[in-house]
C-alpha cells in the first residue's frame, strides 16, 4: 500500500521503515526529513512580512493558512482513497 501512496500526493511524506516496540508500546517510523519544521516556516514568513503582527510564534497569513488546510484535506483524501483511513 505504501508504494502505491508514493505518488498520490505532493503532500505525504516516505516512510521508509517502521516498527513496534510492544514493550514500551511505542511506534517508531523512519520518514524523510523536509526542508524545514512549521515552526521555521512560520518564523520565515514572519520576516518575509515584518509588518504583520505576531504574537509568540502564531504568524501565519490567511492565505498561508488556506494553503495548509488544502494540503491537509488533499492528504486525508489520498489516505482514504487508499483505504488507509475510513
Not at 510492544?22 to 514572519?46: C, F, I, K, P, T
Request: net charge positive.
Amino acid at each position: 500500500m505504501a508504494y502505491r501512496m508514493r505518488g498520490a500526493n505532493n503532500f505525504v511524506v516516505n516512510i521508509y521503515g517502521f516498527d513496534f516496540d510492544s514493550q514500551r508500546r511505542v511506534a517508531l517510523m523512519a520518514m524523510e526529513l523536509g526542508n524545514d519544521s512549521l515552526q521555521d516556516r512560520v518564523q520565515n514568513l514572519h520576516r518575509m512580512h515584518p509588518g504583520t503582527p505576531m504574537i509568540g510564534n502564531d504568524y501565519i497569513s490567511a492565505g498561508y493558512r488556506k494553503n495548509i488546510w488544502i494540503q491537509l484535506v488533499d492528504i486525508i483524501l489520498a489516505l482514504h482513497r487508499h483505504n488507509v483511513v475510513s
